[in-house]
């Protein structure tokens, strides 16, 4: 059964205090993997698709990376705007996405 | 922009109420998915589609049924609603084919409370 776990829980930063979101993750045969924020009383919104080890995707301050067994989303001098909910989802051979918990992000000014 | 649409975004009803919450994709994806999410916890799979006329139960087991009718169109309906069926319901779309699994597209939502 695939499986995916966030770290941490939440997160609470000062403006400007770089820092990263854990993913792990187990699945059968990954077929992507992928990272969404979620803001309070909305859908997901998609960040970013990552598909094999080594691989790094960027967006402004955002940066993803994925080994074998994790992925890491890194955020550089973040800001207010960047607090969100991060969700984390795996999809394997069987074409199910299984999603994470999330990370709570707060970024104080 | 959004190009998967849900309505109604809130809906209070009372027990024992049929409804219908609406979801559109003008994005031509096949698959087509619902999802349940509770303030804080994870989203849970409750319908899936492949296609036109092709329905499957997902994870968490929902007392919802669900039809596809029209490829862009993928209505939740609940016949009875219960406040157990309290939540947020989410539905997201995406691209088929291929060897690797496009990402998922969601809608806003619709907040459902059940008094």
């Known amino acids: 059964e695939d499986q995916v776990t966030q770290s941490p829980e939440a997160l609470r930063l000062q403006e400007g205090e770089s820092s990263s979101l854990n993913c792990s993750y187990t699945?059968?045969?990954?077929?992507?993997l992928f990272w969404y924020r979620q803001d309070p009383g909305k859908g997901p919104e998609f960040l970013f698709t990552?598909?094999?080890a080594g691989e790094e995707k960027e967006k402004e301050r955002l940066k993803a990376t994925l080994t074998k067994k994790e992925s890491f989303l890194h955020i550089t001098a973040p800001k207010p705007e960047d607090s969100a909910t991060y969700l984390c989802?795996?999809?394997?051979?069987?074409?199910?996405?299984?999603f994470g918990t999330g990370t709570k992000l707060q970024v104080i000014p | 922009e959004a190009d998967i649409y849900q309505t109604p975004r809130y809906l209070v009803i009372g027990t024992g109420k049929k409804i219908t919450l609406e979801c559109s994709q003008t994005?031509?994806?096949?698959?087509m998915y619902w999802y349940q999410q509770d303030p804080g916890m994870e989203l849970h799979l409750i319908h899936y589609?492949?296609?036109?006329?092709?329905?499957e139960k997902g994870d968490l087991s929902s007392e919802s049924t669900v039809s596809r009718i029209r490829t862009e169109h993928f209505p939740l309906t609940l016949e009875s609603a219960r406040p157990s069926h309290t939540s947020q319901y989410l539905c997201?779309?995406?691209?088929?084919?291929?060897?690797?699994?496009?990402?998922?597209?969601f809608g806003n939502g619709t907040r459902l409370t059940v008094t």
């Open positions: 997201a779309s995406r691209s088929g084919g291929g060897l690797y699994n496009s990402p998922l597209h």
């Open positions: 994005m031509g994806h096949d698959k």
């Open positions: 589609s492949y296609g036109v006329n092709s329905t």
């Open positions: 699945v059968s045969g990954l077929r992507g």
């Open positions: 989802a795996v999809s394997g051979g069987y074409q199910k996405v299984t």
């Open positions: 990552l598909y094999s």
